[in-house]
């Protein structure tokens, strides 16, 4: 049986958690000033259940959602590294398959 492969999307949307709607907007700063990213939208609210180091945690945080190009993730996710104050931050990415045309151009020159 023949494997197919997607093709790669142009674009990406990131997800990240911050402590604070401080923190997330100095890291949304940092990533729009650097042209990692086109926009961030700081999502407040988030509560967040996980096991960390055997124990099950609840803290309340603020989600980021980050669209940029899909070649810029790698980079994106590196500077999310540097600059967060977790041992371990959450960057996860998603394809963006389709949209707003006018939006995605705006995407793309950015």
């Known amino acids: 049986m023949a494997s197919t492969s997607r093709p790669v999307e142009e674009f990406s949307m990131a997800f990240v958690t911050a402590p604070n ?4 907007k100095e890291l949304a700063g940092g990533v729009v000033s ?9 999502i ?7 096991e960390w ?5 609840t803290d309340p945080e603020v989600l980021m959602m980050i669209k940029t ?15 967060h ?4 931050c959450e960057v996860i990415a998603t394809s963006i398959e389709g949209g707003n045309q ?4 705006w995407l793309a020159k950015t």
């Open 21 to 24: 709607a401080e923190k997330a």
């Open 69 to 83: 190009r899909t070649s810029r993730i790698d980079e994106l996710t590196e500077f999310i590294r540097k600059n």
């Open 85 to 88: 104050p977790y041992d371990v």
């Open 53 to 57: 180091e055997g124990k099950i945690e």
């Open 102 to 105: 006018p939006y995605l151009d």
């Open 44 to 50: 407040p609210g988030v509560m967040s259940v996980y």
């Open 34 to 42: 650097n042209k990692l990213a086109a926009c961030v939208n700081i």
